[in-house]
């Protein structure tokens, strides 16, 4: 009696639980509709699952092992058709659980009107609720295999487009589908960021990247490719503001390794501390990147123009070489230099007199303090410290 019950019932109860499911997840009805014959087959698994709980007592309520494949493979796909339409798999367990109690109302009533006794009753319950939980279970299975399947898929269409974007040789329709098959639009300008030498073994411990932003590993450095617009120097500097980077100057998407290029000459000045900013921009050191881009000449101009000071002692001839940059620096102006160099005023008198015995009419030639300038307001010329 009870198995004729819950047949006639079925159908009635499908219609319940599917007006309390749409209500908590409204995609529910065209997908009900798409599938309503295999979610008809429900009841070809379900009910003879619940009548042998009541037919054998020495068995076990209903588990896992015996839920059907094809009812499995039907809850699997729900969870992940949830998952590519961007849904919350937390509210569609949720309507499951809703959807069983409305089930059990049904089944209860059923089998109370069959004369089952408490304890069958109990069993019942146990049952449904068990094959509730396998359901749940392939439907986050389901929902968890589309995410992982969706990740690596985005994962390698990202590899695919960084080295599209590095290659020496850019083919700009091949940039463009590989854009569009990472999802990723392209930009008129990206910048490379450096974050570290690949060589260097320290984690990165608190980059929040932006999902624009794409990792890229290439050339001994592990960096980033970000697009170029309004408001990413404040972004990239909140984002890597613990960590540090060398960020390259923006350039046009085929030519991204220009932009890796001058940002890794210039990290070396960034580690030498000629560059202080930890979030370093290349743009605005470009006059720092072009005085040191060969240190050597560097080396031979500064010590060309402080030729003036060689027979002086040690001590002396560098007092006088503070003096002189703060005096560059400064125009002249006895009362700033004092203050830079924590001295009095009539101390930095008396050492612009030494300075003007030792060089003469250079001080006042132009084309000499540029000469000069050049030299010394940069520092000692470094080499690259890679």
Known sequence: MLRESLTQTFPDLLRVVGDELATMWPTYTAYMEEHRDQLALASEVVIPQLLATVSDPAGRPGHSDTLDPAIANV???????????????????????SGARVSWEFISQAAIAAGIGPTDIARLAQTLFTIVHDLSACTSQGFVSEQSDSGMAAQRARAELTGQIMSPFTDLIALRRAADRALWRLPDEVVF?????????????SVQTDPEWLFVRVDGVVGLIAPWARGTRERLIRALA????MVGP????????????????????????LITESVAFVGDHLDTLIVH??????AALRSQVLAPLDDLPQATRERLIETLTSWLRHMGSRVEIAEELHIHPQTVRYRVEQLREAFGPALDSPAERARLYLALIWGEPVLDAD
Do not use: W
């Open 75 to 97: 809850f699997e796909q729900i969870g992940r058709v949830h998952y590519l339409h961007g849904q919350d798999l937390t509210s569609l367990l949720t309507a499951y659980q």
């Open 193 to 205: 960021v450096i974050l570290r030498l690949d060589k260097d073994e320290t984690p990165l411990q």
């Open 242 to 245: 613990s960590e540090g980077a």
């Open 250 to 273: 923006p350039m046009p998407m085929d030519q991204a390794r220009t932009s890796l290029t001058l940002a890794r000459s210039a990290l070396s000045l960034q580690r030498s501390g």
């Open 293 to 298: 881009q060969r240190p050597q000449r560097v």
